[in-house]
């Protein structure tokens, strides 16, 4: 069973997809990554900075070999994305996350995220109403 969970990148809010598996990425793996554990790769098709997994360090490894446009589309495939994006397959999917994905520092249930939001919004027009 699969469980949708909010993070916070520097006020960016993005839900992810939480399971128990080995084969799955976890919360903690996302909260434990840092600036280079990302890489550009897929540059032939359509560059692309995603999490280092199983998949991606294969793709970066084909383009490095020279393979094709037409080979690294095969490769890729059609559900990578669909895989790792809203399955959270950490061996076969695909997890596009920016050089920004070194900022993620906590996992807050949305709730969390609402009141937290009011709060900075509360304290802001107070302040724009002192003026």
Do not use: H
């Amino acid at each position: 069973m699969t469980k949708n969970k909010i993070i916070t990148v520097k006020g960016t809010q993005i839900t992810v997809i939480e399971q128990n598996d080995d084969d799955y990425i976890s919360l903690t793996d996302m909260v434990k990554a840092k600036d280079g554990d990302t890489i550009l790769t897929l540059k032939k098709i359509t560059p692309v900075r995603m999490m280092k997994t199983p998949f991606t360090l294969k793709a970066q490894q084909e383009e490095t070999a020279g393979k094709s446009k037409e080979e690294l589309t095969k490769l890729l495939g059609k559900s990578r994305e669909r895989k790792g994006i809203f399955e959270g397959n950490w061996k076969e999917g695909e997890f596009e996350m920016g050089q920004s994905s070194g900022l993620v520092k906590e996992v807050l249930p949305a709730a969390e995220v609402v009141r937290r939001t009011m709060k900075e919004f509360e304290e802001a027009r107070s302040r724009i109403m002192k003026r």
